[in-house]
């Protein structure tokens, strides 16, 4: 081995140690402002409703460099593209047929969100507080969206998350919600931890990853409630949480592992 081989590898393995400690410090001084157990380590599980959005790609991307599973939850009229074909066929109005085409898109990003391994999860059809539909506005919501993301589930049950949680929530009193979900062959999947970034107010400075975190220190495990689409609009997505998830992922793992959805909810079988 040649003396500037010698060199090259001890300024290499310096600079690994070097890159260890600084991580380490890191750490230390999350797991200090956020009064992280000593010593523990939680299992959490990624899940982004509200999609698909225009920034799910750049969540991907993300999620792929990170080797991190992670559950989509998908509205269906977001990627119910016959809609959107025969308001172009029909009409005149060029703004139809670019819906169209931005359909289309997300349909592509849906087949890739499966291929690259995470679970895809039905959101409904629509956005709705579910315990305030009628019997058979229930059922049609439901089963529309089953009908549309049915080639995109990998599990069996397949995994369902209801707006707002509504019907999970109050279940007690709503009971109507999780038996629909239940004839129609669903698991529901709620969450321990939610990073609120669908709020306005705290998409600024570290207030989304604080919010994960504080909640995950004071001894939560399980799954986490992001978001990569945007409800009230059928393009739009997340841009802060898909611009800086990838500065929230080392932090969390300062004190957590990432896990798959079935680590949790072993009821969801392969198809």
């Keep these: ?36 157990p000593v010593d523990k380590r939680f299992k959490i599980h990624l899940s982004f409703d509200d999609g698909v959005g225009s920034v799910t790609p750049q969540v991907l991307d993300t999620l792929k460099r990170e080797h991190i599973p992670a559950t989509f939850f998908i ?3 977001k990627v119910d593209c016959q809609q959107y074909r025969q308001r172009c066929s029909h009409g005149r109005n060029k703004n ?37 539909l009628s019997p058979a506005e229930l059922q049609s919501n439901i089963q529309r969206s089953k009908q549309i993301l049915q080639p ?61 975190m504080t909640q995950m220190c004071s001894g939560r495990n399980g799954t986490v409630l992001l978001h990569d689409g945007v409800f009230e609009n059928e393009h739009e997505g997340r841009i802060f949480t898909a611009k800086h998830l ?4 080392p ?18 079988k392969p198809r």
Aim: aromatic letters at 12%; one cysteine or more.
């Design 246 to 249: 990838a500065e929230w992922i």
């Design 96 to 132: 139809n047929c670019q819906s169209l085409q931005l359909c289309l898109q997300r349909r592509q990003t849906l087949k890739r969100i499966k291929q690259e391994g995470h679970l895809i999860g039905s959101h409904s059809y629509q956005h709705l507080h579910h315990s305030q």
């Design 1 to 36: 081995m040649t003396s500037i081989l010698k060199l090259f590898i001890s300024s290499l393995l310096l600079s690994l140690f070097l890159i260890s400690s600084v991580m380490a410090q890191d750490c230390d001084y999350y797991k200090k402002k956020y009064n992280c």
């Design 152 to 212: 995109f589930f990998t599990t069996e049950p397949a995994p369902f998350r209801l707006p707002y949680g509504d019907g999970w929530f109050n279940q007690k009193d709503k009971p109507q919600v999780m038996e629909a979900l239940k004839q129609n062959g669903f698991t529901h999947i709620g969450w321990e931890m939610s990073g609120f970034d669908w709020d306005k107010k705290n998409q600024h400075g570290t207030k989304i990853l604080d919010n994960v």
């Design 251 to 268: 932090v969390m793992r300062c004190v957590a592992d990432f896990v798959p959805l079935n680590y949790y909810h072993k009821e969801l």
């Design 75 to 77: 509205l269906g009229n």
